[in-house]
């Protein structure tokens, strides 16, 4: 399966397909996502119909926008992760067209994480109130009793958009290709190695706390 | 920083529904939709109105609102509204460590927590690599299907409460409190059992839990079976739930359900057959598939899975290995850094975590997915233009828990 | 019998099963007079346990508000020493309108009557210390030394301001302060009056001198005399005694000791006379 | 006699118990007083006389008002008896025990269930449309209860013999949907205007094979006295009209489930849907009067049936024949012992025969049982006499008063009959509103004309060529 996933997918993957214990992770750019998954669903040697998973993840430095997809062919899951969002404005292009379950889970990525998912006809919060403002599962949002792992001023109002002094950043995109992520002493995110995207903003970590 | 309460009311507010004029008619809530469907669907054609079915209503499994917009008795569109239920389990699970994960996660489907609590469990597992012991795999897949049978009994009851029977939800209930004294006598608990734990489980199986399944599986099933005899051939239950509700494969798979949902429609996906975890492989069961995918269909296939877990928890006691329960693991548990996407077939279908970890003893991102919060999206599609009577029948069907959908 | 081919007998059939059911035996048990026999392993008893002694085994030192996962134990209670009342609630989740759903913080300016028993601090050169320190976990120590330098003692307030804005738990900064000798909880009173019970020291007679010590000041270790001038502590000399008992009074250690001392000293310093003549 | 003494000024604060007291007084002081005027002044008798001369000429109009009160007083306990009996068969079914606190067995359950609801306030929402809001109970209630004044109980005892008493019945059960629809509509809450709405549907199609199907019997009966109609069906079990109508029993009973709107058919107040129907809204004694009109509903269906198919007060089985080769006859004498002629020995049965009896017995007893001591058996002696006696009595008053017999064997019917109504409130879930209205038309519909049309046929067959 790895092989043919290479073979019909080569040059828009970032990172050469990889097998991770019983999944196959894709790293591609958000924006040839669609595409690629409908090449995923539609071609005749992958057939991953089921949408097993969809989800936001939010790596500190970029956001991600994660699928897991299953086929009856396949022994293993494939993981597509669109990776390279940037952290302000996150925008993927919506899979609803292919799998109207996704639906829901993208209500529930842009409640959480705020991506905007274009083409999704109904992008509302799902769980929060209609009037709520920001974005709760961000790494910025900090927990208003969690100073450790959020900003060092102690309860951070959530809206204020202030960099963090020492988020705790440790994106791990591990993977053998040496795109992972080179972490500091104590899970300082010391650099982001070659696979950030182009788009990824050029982030050093040791700025100013504010 | 914080917006004076005065200028920013929240639509929850009592004063914002008391100061509104509002007549029987009026659109709920009065907001500005934000959406063309929130637009499409709150523009209320003649004839036409707007009722709240929850979120306190008899028949909604949980704290779930659906506002129905129905012409006399029929439903034209509904607009389900979720978020009464929310704890923000995920954010809690990234800021305890991979232990305090176990106990939040045991409320979200909480009439079958021993699956919804083994999502952490499974997840560290395969991240650390870890070698769990054999007895305690065993102890886990017993406990899982005991489970399993107690939420069918509950599901077939609560299927005929919401369709208006009461016998059948007594029996349920019979049947299930004796499952559940016992895995109390193993687990400590009767509903959030917090038994699971990464390596293994929390205690071993002692004389009280054993004579009480011994007892229980002279008789195991038998209040099901007086469930199925009042309900089976039940010429009223029959055409209420017979060519109702009926989810085509393609509409199953495109809409991302699982479990008894999906089965029912023919494709034979089984989170323990398609991806097997624990010792699923060397245990003989086989997946029963329906076709017509009606809730009829979906009713008959809880019924035979029933059995087919009868036959593991059989194979189970038999084959219980010894040796240890759980594995040795450091007092600071640190899991390596990686992704792992763990998945289960809990009762309502896959249950499945993507735990990503980056090497300190707190998951970085621990996304639940939860199988009732993709099969509850078919109800929208489902009951359009059926009566108010088969939302009830439908919803019931696809039997949602709200814990796991509002996480 | 094939029932779905005659309309109506399924139903008939489901009403017979139902009379049938009358006559078999009940499931409920009757609560108050038969009682449902409880698992030996089972948990859902929410007990305090006491000793044999009838003292409740709990000395709010916070590890099991700390290990709780979903951090819901609100423990209230006085120190072991009974020295001061000690609070520490549940966290909020996404508490973004703090006015409404932050009544049960820890160390935050809420009006809470479970705060009133200690007496407020004030923070701001608590704040200096903690920015100092980088609001760093690592080094609470160095923060609580210089906080009992500048307030005289550990206030409470302050020790929850500082486990609150370095999110440490309550229960780490509470065990490092009750750890260290040089940390105190009480505030500073006129004089200390510290009597060695190494082993040696009390071959030497120490433990007369403690008593001795313990009579005229009418107090016990770690206590303040009555009239709040003097308080009699415990040290440990580290085998420097020499020759009696090793004492140490406002810090400078005594030649010699002897119970007759103990008892002109204490009387000299209740009645507030400079150390020097008393020895 | 000067006017009673001014009471003297009661002290302050005295105690209820004292009010209540003194008001007696009072009262009985006033009573007295006006007898004594009455009598002195002779105007007394001439008032009496004046009674009894008016009563006589309207007997009817006064027997009329003791039967309607009697009918009204009789349906509360009725309806307690019926929702207790509710309670404890369905816990049966559900192997549970139901109410077993309140009372023995919890007899006294749906007792306290209606003071709790007395005791409720009756909280009238805002928005509602007030005059409709509170009256609506009282239609429902009354609706249901007027339509016992035509069912006969027993031989003499109905309460009133109406020539078109099957008539009168249905009339008056109408009035209930009416009632229905105004607590949905004025209630301001949709699910309730959805009940109400449901309501007035599921009467237009049930109300129809409801009447339909008593065709059948007026037919054979030619009256619509139900009087009558028990009448005819004396005597043997067969003569009832069931046998001779049973497709008619069938669509009338299916029929009267879903005019009591019981399971199958309950979707007025379909609790997993419509949370509770039209009496969301209503609280304290209005949602008392809901409740208690459906259970008074079910009885009133099931007596109706009792009446109409399963011949009334009749037993079914004709024991004259029996009694005459008894030479018992009815209503039985003592033989014509006079008891004057006893003189004293008259006081000596009260205080002699009893002792005799049990002695009688309990030695009975002492022999049979060897290992029992004396005061037991003297114990059962005296139980087992009591009990002899007591079945001798009562059989006795059975067989001499007609009436109560009539009574015993129409009430077991009739709770025969909602123990039946029961039983499918156990075990059958709801069926949706338009599988209701096809059922109602497209088969019990028909059924029912067919019915007619044949009992019509076969009436003409048997005069034309049989008599």
């Known amino acids: ?210 | ?407 | 019998m094939r029932t779905d081919r005659i309309p109506g007998l399924a139903i008939v059939k489901g009403m017979l099963f139902a009379v049938r059911q009358v006559f078999r035996p009940n499931l409920t048990v009757r609560y108050p007079e038969e009682l449902n026999e409880i698992s030996p392993r089972h948990r859902g008893r929410l007990i305090l346990l006491y000793d044999e002694a009838g003292t409740l085994k709990c000395e709010t030192c916070f590890q099991c508000a700390q290990a709780c996962p979903i951090e819901c134990i609100d423990m209230g209670g006085v120190d072991t020493r009974n020295r001061y009342h000690v609070h520490w609630g549940a966290s909020e989740q996404y508490a973004e309108r703090r006015e409404e759903s932050a009544l049960r913080r820890s160390g935050r300016p809420v009006p809470d009557r479970t705060f009133d028993p200690f007496e407020p601090v004030d923070l701001g050169p608590l704040d200096e210390i903690l920015a100092a320190g980088k609001y760093k976990p690592a080094n609470a120590l160095a923060m609580l030394e210089s906080a009992q330098g500048v307030y005289g003692h550990l206030p409470v307030a302050a020790l929850q301001h500082m486990a609150h804005q370095t999110g440490a738990d309550y229960a780490a900064l509470y065990g490092m302060a009750t750890s260290y000798p040089h940390l105190h909880f009480e505030p500073p009173v006129g004089h200390i009056v510290r009597v060695c019970r190494c082993t040696q020291c009390t071959l030497l007679g120490g433990g007369r001198v403690l008593a001795a010590f313990r009579e005229h000041l009418g107090t016990d270790v770690g206590g303040v005399s009555p009239d709040g001038a003097v308080r009699l502590d415990v040290t440990a000399c580290g085998g420097t005694s020499s020759g009696s008992a090793y004492v140490e009074v406002d810090g400078e250690p005594l030649p010699k000791s002897s119970p007759e001392d103990a008892a002109t000293i204490a009387a000299a310093l209740r009645a507030n006379v400079p150390q020097g003549e008393a020895a | ?467």
């Not at chain 4, 007893?365 to 139980?383: D, H, Q, R």
């Open chain 2, 1 to 407: 920083m914080t917006t004076p309460r005065e200028q920013v009311r929240s639509l929850d507010d009592p004063e914002v529904m008391v100061q509104t004029p509002g007549t029987i008619y009026d659109t709920i809530p009065p907001l500005t939709p934000r959406t063309e469907r929130e637009a499409e669907f709150y523009d209320v054609g003649d004839g036409e109105m707007l009722v709240n079915l929850g979120p306190q209503h008899p028949s909604t499994h949980g704290v779930l609102r659906v506002v129905l917009k129905i012409d006399g008795e029929k439903i034209v569109d509904l607009d389900p509204v979720m978020g009464y239920l929310h704890r923000g389990v995920e954010k809690i699970c990234e800021h305890g460590d991979w232990h305090h994960a176990i106990s939040n996660t045991d409320p979200l489907e909480y009439a079958a927590s021993m699956f919804s609590e083994s999502l952490p469990v499974l997840s560290a597992e395969r991240l650390l690599e870890l070698e769990v012991p054999r007895r305690a795999e065993y102890i886990r897949v017993l406990a899982w299907e005991l489970n399993r049978i107690s939420s069918h009994a509950l599901f077939i009851g609560w299927l005929a409460l919401d369709l208006g029977g009461i016998t059948p939800i007594l029996y349920g209930f019979g049947e299930r409190d004796e499952i559940v004294e016992m895995l109390a006598s193993l687990t400590g608990q009767k509903l959030l059992f917090n038994y699971m734990r990464i390596g293994g489980v929390n205690g071993d199986l002692n004389h009280d839990f054993l004579s009480r399944l011994g007892d229980w599986m002279s008789r195991a099933g038998a209040r099901i079976n007086d469930q199925a005899t009042l309900m089976n051939e039940n010429e009223i239950f029959v055409n209420r739930t017979k060519g109702l509700g009926v989810v085509s494969r393609e509409m199953a798979l495109q809409y991302g359900m699982s479990g008894p949902p999906l089965r029912a429609t023919g494709v034979p996906y089984d989170v323990r057959r398609a991806h097997p975890y624990s010792v699923y492989p060397e245990l003989e069961f086989d997946i029963p598939v329906r076709s017509d995918g009606d809730s009829y269909a979906r009713y008959l296939l809880h019924v035979d899975e029933i059995k087919q877990s009868l036959r593991i928890i059989d194979q189970v006691l038999h084959q219980m290995p010894d040796g240890p329960v759980m594995a040795k693991l450091p007092r600071l548990l640190r899991v390596p850094p990686g992704r792992a996407f763990a998945a289960l077939e809990s009762p309502r279908g896959q249950y499945a975590v993507y735990a990503v970890s980056d090497g300190s003893d707190q998951p970085f991102r621990f996304r639940i997915h939860d199988p009732s919060f993709f099969n509850l999206q078919a109800v929208v599609p489902l009951t359009r233009g059926h009566l108010l009577a088969d939302i009830m029948a439908i919803m019931a069907s696809l039997d949602p828990i709200m814990g796991g959908i509002d996480k």
């Open chain 1, 1 to 210: 399966m790895l092989t043919t996933l290479d073979g019909r997918l080569g040059d828009r993957l970032v990172v050469p397909a990889e097998a991770m214990g019983d999944t196959i992770e894709l790293v591609v750019r958000p924006r040839d996502l669609t595409d690629v998954m409908r090449t995923l669903r539609d071609d005749g040697a992958l057939r991953f119909e089921l949408l097993a998973d969809l989800c936001g993840v939010d790596t500190g430095l970029t956001m991600q926008v994660v699928y897991h997809l299953w086929s009856p062919l396949s022994a293993d899951w494939v993981r597509v992760i669109a990776d390279g969002l940037s952290r302000d404005d996150p925008r993927v292009p919506s899979v609803v067209q292919l799998w109207p379950g996704a639906e829901w889970a993208e209500r529930e990525a842009y409640d959480m994480f705020g991506i905007e998912f274009e083409g999704n006809r109904d992008l509302r919060r799902i769980y929060m109130p209609p009037d709520y403002l920001s974005f709760p599962l961000r790494k910025d949002f900090a927990l208003a009793d969690d100073a450790s792992r959020g900003t060092g001023a102690g309860i951070r109002h959530a809206e204020q958009p202030v960099a963090p002094a020492e988020v705790r950043l440790a994106p791990v995109i591990r993977s053998s290709a040496g795109a992972g992520a080179v972490l500091g002493a104590d899970g300082e995110l010391l650099a982001l190695a070659a696979s950030a995207t182009d788009e990824a903003p050029a982030v050093d970590s040791g700025e100013e706390p504010a």
């Open chain 4, 1 to 467: 006699m000067s006017a009673a003494t001014t009471p003297t000024p009661t002290p302050a604060g005295v105690s209820p118990l004292g009010k209540v007291v003194l008001a007696l007084l009072a009262v009985v002081l006033a009573g007295a007083l006006a007898f004594f005027l009455l009598w002195v002044t002779g105007v007394g008798p001439l008032a009496v006389d004046w009674i009894i001369e008016t009563g006589d000429a309207n007997i009817e109009i006064l027997r009329f008002i003791a039967a309607a009160t009697g009918v009204l007083l009789f349906t509360v306990p009725a309806a307690f008896v019926i929702i207790y009996m509710e309670l404890k068969l369905i816990a049966q079914m559900n192997l549970r025990v139901g109410p077993d606190r309140t009372g023995p067995w919890g007899s006294l359950a749906s007792l306290m269930a209606g003071l709790k609801v007395l005791s409720k306030e009756d909280f009238t929402p805002r928005g509602v449309d007030v005059p409709v809001y509170t009256l609506a109970p009282a239609v429902v209630f009354l609706a249901s209860v007027m339509t016992l004044l035509v069912i006969p109980f027993a031989p003499g005892m109905a309460g009133y013999y109406m020539e078109l008493g099957l008539l009168y019945f249905f009339a008056a059960s109408g009035i209930g949907v009416v009632g229905l629809m105004m607590a949905g509509w004025s209630s301001f809450n949709k699910y309730s205007l959805l009940g109400g709405i449901r309501a007035a549907a599921a009467v237009i199609s049930y109300e129809l094979p409801l009447i339909l199907g008593t065709f059948g019997v007026v037919l054979l009966a030619g009256t619509l006295n139900l009087g009558q109609i028990v009448e005819n069906q004396a005597g043997w079990m067969w003569n009832w009209y069931a046998f001779q109508q049973p497709l008619a029993l069938i669509i009338f009973f299916i029929a009267a489930t879903a005019e009591a709107g019981r399971t199958p058919f309950d979707y007025t107040e379909a609790d997993s849907e419509l949370v509770a129907g039209f009496a969301t809204e209503y609280s304290g004694m209005r949602f008392g009067f809901f409740f208690f009109a459906e259970y008074v509903n079910v009885f009133i269906l099931s007596a109706l049936t009792v009446t109409l198919f399963l011949g009334g007060y009749h037993t079914g089985v004709d024991i004259d024949p029996i009694l005459g080769f008894l030479g018992v006859t009815t209503p039985v004498e003592l033989g014509n012992i006079d008891p004057g002629s006893l003189g004293p020995w008259l006081l000596a049965i009260p205080f002699l025969v009893p002792p005799i009896l049990v002695l009688a017995v309990s030695g009975l007893i002492w022999m049979v049982k060897s290992e029992w001591g004396i005061i037991k058996s003297l114990v059962v002696g005296f139980v087992l006499t009591n009990l002899l006696v007591g079945a001798a009595v009562s059989f006795w008053a059975i067989f001499s008063f007609e009436a109560l017999l009539g009574l015993l064997v129409f009430f077991g019917k009739s709770f025969g009959l909602v123990a039946l109504f029961v039983l499918m409130r156990a075990t059958y879930p709801r069926v949706r509103i338009d599988q209701m209205a096809n059922f109602a038309w497209k088969w019990l519909m028909p059924a029912a004309l067919l019915n007619i049309f044949v009992t019509a046929g076969a009436i003409i067959i048997v005069r034309e060529y049989f008599s």
